[in-house]
């Protein structure tokens, strides 16, 4: 399995501890896109993630998602990931004990890319500096004691290791300074094109500018209210959400 | 440790028993007689005998501990205490009798000597089957054999350290052990002289009904330093086995002991043993002590600080698996001042598997300027598993330093939803975190037991997510 692959979702809804946050989201990211889900606080884009990635606490009430062409819904985490899908967390979670270079090594096994020590280490190597991270990192526990900084660049080489066929980025680019934004945007795009679809969420436009999406989705109150072209997140920068948000709901269907 | 897996349970690959071959056997249970024909057997001087017998006295005087884990499954009378099973001592491994030979290659022990060990014993039951010590060392004066040995060649020295740091009436277990104890190790590193590869024994039992009391003795002279690692395992057997060593150590001024042990005896092993050491002015004592197997373990690794600036250092992990308690912990006795010792404690419950840390710190009035450092972490694997502390602290002098921090925790949900959103499943996610938990103990370990260590934990781990 490799190359980018699309990601289908239809009328999707989604419970979180009972309450109702993803209300009929209908999203579809076309192999080796990239596209940004933009949207104010609350909206439910960091819902939407790890609903698609299958986190326990999410309860889908319906609607269907398929990834390459299978249910998405039916399958546990570690599977969605081993079909190729990934998520950047927004709060990666510590886990003491557990080095980076020892977590790889199983997420790559456990995917069937495992490969010879040295060529593992290489790219490791490779990786690291692309992203400026130093060496040290190899053995540090991961996400422990990280910085934002840190956290984020270790989300982006998990990702450059692992290199799935759709990447989700929830909320990369928020705590990070225009230098590190930059190195984990660059990241990101180099991977992205064929082998590689990104769905990007986030509030800030300029994530975007590295990103350049084939397409922009605004998410309001659990649902795609608009989407559009790399222009929409630009003028989202200029006027805010609010005008679009007040043009949706001037445009949807009188109950 | 490269080990041979041929499992009969799940979860315990060493539960396989070889056909007994044994040449000698007391009959089952505990006497005079019993004690007598041990000793008898052993050709040991006539104060060996009068401190057996005062000892199988204790025993019998004593009550049995009811404080800590539950032993009321342990029946004195159906155990063999001593099974001896070959006739002689070898030094190579083409003497040692085939079937034994065989158990300890499973268990990969000469390979491991061949690798990375200074030296290595083997003991089977009640005796040591095979022991040797790489020749520089023992040109050197380095003394390594089982206690019988020690007992025999060298008795001025054993004499002088013998059941000083353990009493035979110190408790219930120690006092049995002085009865009917066989085997085990005897370790003299000369002042001035540094062991920098490890001395390992490893530990058998392969009897049905067997009680193994092996008895470990370790003096390091002045400035000297050594590591002696044990580890142990034992068939499953429907009935219960009793495991209880006395391990005695005494570092003089400025010496430094470090005593690892990998304890995985099958589920049905009750493991009971006293560990205590002496440190002298400016001796280290460091206890690296691993509990994975037994029906039940109690132990607390204990250092009396008898000299200035002398430390203790005391780490310690335990797993139970259902049906298991590892009742552990340590003791430091400050007696001198600007003592220090550092406990650090970690312990994994699952299923009905209950990990208890008991802990005792006493400060004498005349030691001034201690510094002292508990840390015991619990992490639990279900809602089913448990997890105690005791820490019980004696300070007599007010001139003291003391950090105390426990720590209960269960395994995230977000943590397991991290690793497997990575591509690994839930039952690696858990091994994984577990392993971790465990890291500070691990990296205290030469690395080939690491891996074993690492290895084993991920076997204990299957099953675990229901």
Known sequence: ?255 | MAIQARELTKDYQFGFHDKDISVFRTKKGLSPEVVASISQHKNEPEWMLKFRLKALDHFLKRPMPTWGADLSGIDFNNIYYYVKPVEEQSRSWDDVPESIKNTFDRLGIPEAERKFLAGVSAQYDSEVVYHNIREDLEKQGVLFSDCDTGLREHEDIFRKYFGTVIPPNDNKFAALNSAVWSGGSFVYVPAGLHVDIPLQAYFRINSDNMGQFERTLIIAEEGSSVHYIEGCTAPNYSSDSLHSAVVELIAHPSARIRYTTIQNWSDNVYNLVTKRAIAHTRATVEWIDGNLGSKVTMKYPSVYLMGEHAHAEVMSAAFAGSGQHQDAGSKAIHVAPNTTSNIVSRSISKGSGRTSYRGHIKVLPKAHNVKVNVRCDALLLDEESRSDTYPYMDVDNPDVTIGHEATVSKVGEDQIFYLTSRGVNEQEATALIVNGFFEPFVKELPMEYAVELNRLLALSMEGAIG
């Open chain 1, 1 to 255: 399995m490799s190359g980018a692959a699309e990601l289908d979702i239809r009328g999707l809804h989604a419970t979180v501890e009972d309450k109702e946050i993803l209300k009929g989201i209908d999203l579809r990211v076309q192999q080796g896109q990239v596209h940004a889900l933009m949207g104010p606080n609350g909206s439910g884009k960091s819902t939407l993630a790890y609903t698609l990635m299958g986190h326990p606490k999410y309860h889908v009430t319906s609607g269907q998602v398929t990834f390459d062409g299978q249910d998405l819904l039916s399958l546990t985490a570690d599977a969605r990931a081993r079909l190729g899908l990934f998520l950047c967390f927004q709060y990666p979670t510590p886990i003491p004990g557990v080095t980076t270079v020892n977590f790889l090594r199983a997420a790559l096994r456990a995917q069937g890319k495992e490969m010879p020590a040295r060529e593992f280490l290489n790219r490791l190597s490779t990786e690291m500096a692309e992203l400026k991270i130093d060496e040290s990192f190899r053995q540090r526990y991961i996400n422990e004691g990280f910085s934002g900084g840190e956290k984020k660049r270790s989300e982006i080489l998990q990702l450059a290791m692992l290199r799935p066929r759709l990447a989700i980025l929830d909320e990369t680019d928020s705590g990070l300074d225009v230098d590190a934004l930059r190195t984990v945007a660059e990241g990101v795009t180099r991977l992205a094109g064929p082998d590689m679809g990104v769905l990007v969420i986030t509030h800030y436009p300029r994530i975007l500018e590295y990103l350049q999406p084939d397409v922009v989705h605004v998410l309001h109150d659990g649902r795609v209210v608009t989407s559009g072209g790399a222009e929409l997140a630009q003028r989202i920068e200029r006027e805010g959400y609010e005008p679009i948000l007040g043009a949706a709901a001037a445009a949807a269907p009188v109950a």
